[in-house]
Nanobody, 113 residues
């Protein structure tokens, strides 16, 4: 079973930054990696995706502010979040798609004054 361990969440002020990490138990080289988020009472939504070929897509709401990256040698995916807004508050989840779908446990991001 693929295990994903997330870290880096916390409380930040509007306009601040956070860097989330997702460390996998095995190789991620063949997997597209994604970050999703879910706010209380809301559906989970895709935030960013990076394929094994390094193609990157972002949700419109985070374009220009968030950056997804991967380090296959470290089996780790990152989400750099800048210019954070209160509406970014959510639990952020990491997802891998190969050899099967796996999810991290989630890490809380709270953007508030």
């Amino acid at each position: 079973q693929v295990q994903l361990v997330e870290s880096g969440g916390g409380l930040v002020q509007p306009g601040g930054s956070l860097r989330l990490s997702c460390a996998a138990s095995g190789s991620i080289s063949l997997s597209a990696m994604e970050w999703h988020r879910q706010a209380p009472g809301k559906q989970r939504e895709l935030v960013a995706r990076i394929t094994r070929g390094y193609t990157i897509d972002y949700a419109d709401s985070v374009k220009g502010r968030f950056t997804i990256s991967r380090d296959n040698a470290k089996s780790t995916v990152y989400l750099q979040m800048n210019s954070l807004k209160p509406e970014d508050t959510a639990v952020y989840y990491c997802k891998s798609d190969w050899p099967y779908t796996s999810w991290g446990q989630g890490t809380q991001v709270t953007v508030s004054s």
